[in-house]
């Protein structure tokens, strides 16, 4: 029979083990050749504020946000004005700073109009599963314009 601490560490193993099944722990390697780009606005556009940004996306399933993770889905993030290097692939791309990463978890999945000052501003579209993790293996893509 075994002992209570015995029991205790195997169930807590078997629950690190259920985490890292459905959790978004090594997500990065789930992506095969998916790409995503901003087809509007244009790189070097001027534009009216409030800016629709629309991205596009190939081989990979836009979803909503916190659906299990799965193999080739996940939904997009916009960041303003804000590089792609902020948040380390694998790592948790922030949803309390709503100016600077623009969530993209719930339809529409491939569009936001985003109202921003007069001036040139830079919006990068970056992949994430479904459990917010930036994913590795989606090249990130950038376009700057001018708000006029």
Same mark, same amino acid.
């Given at each position: 029979?075994?002992?209570?601490?015995? /029991?205790?560490?195997?169930?807590?193993?078997?629950? =690190?083990?259920?985490?890292?099944? %459905? *959790? @978004? !722990?090594?997500? =990065?390697? /789930?992506?095969?050749?998916?790409? %995503?780009?901003?087809?509007?606005?244009?790189? *070097? &556009?001027?534009?009216?504020?409030?800016?629709?940004?629309?991205?596009?996306?190939?081989?990979?399933?836009?979803?909503? &946000?916190?659906? @299990? $993770?799965?193999?080739?889905?996940?939904?997009?993030?916009?960041?303003?004005?804000? @590089?792609?290097?902020? $948040?380390?692939? *694998?790592?948790?791309? @922030?949803?309390?700073? =709503?100016?600077?990463? /623009?969530? /993209?978890?719930?339809?529409?999945?491939?569009?936001?109009?985003?109202?921003?000052?007069?001036?040139?501003?830079?919006?990068?579209? $970056?992949?994430?599963?479904?459990?917010?993790?930036?994913?590795?293996? !989606?090249?990130?893509?950038?376009?700057?314009?001018? $708000?006029?």
């Amino acid at each position: 029979m075994l002992s209570n601490r015995t /029991l205790f560490v195997l169930s807590g193993l078997a629950a =690190t083990a259920a985490l890292l099944a %459905v *959790g @978004p !722990v090594n997500a =990065t390697a /789930l992506y095969h050749g998916a790409h %995503v780009k901003i087809s509007s606005p244009k790189k *070097g &556009a001027k534009v009216s504020s409030p800016v629709t940004v629309i991205a596009t996306v190939d081989d990979f399933k836009l979803v909503a &946000a916190g659906t @299990p $993770v799965a193999e080739d889905e996940g939904h997009l993030h916009f960041f303003i004005d804000v @590089p792609a290097s902020n $948040v380390k692939a *694998g790592a948790m791309i @922030p949803l309390d700073s =709503t100016a600077r990463y /623009l969530h /993209l978890g719930k339809e529409p999945f491939d569009r936001r109009d985003i109202t921003l000052t007069p001036g040139k501003h830079t919006i990068t579209v $970056v992949a994430a599963n479904s459990g917010h993790q930036r994913l590795k293996d !989606v090249k990130p893509y950038s376009v700057t314009f001018t $708000v006029k």
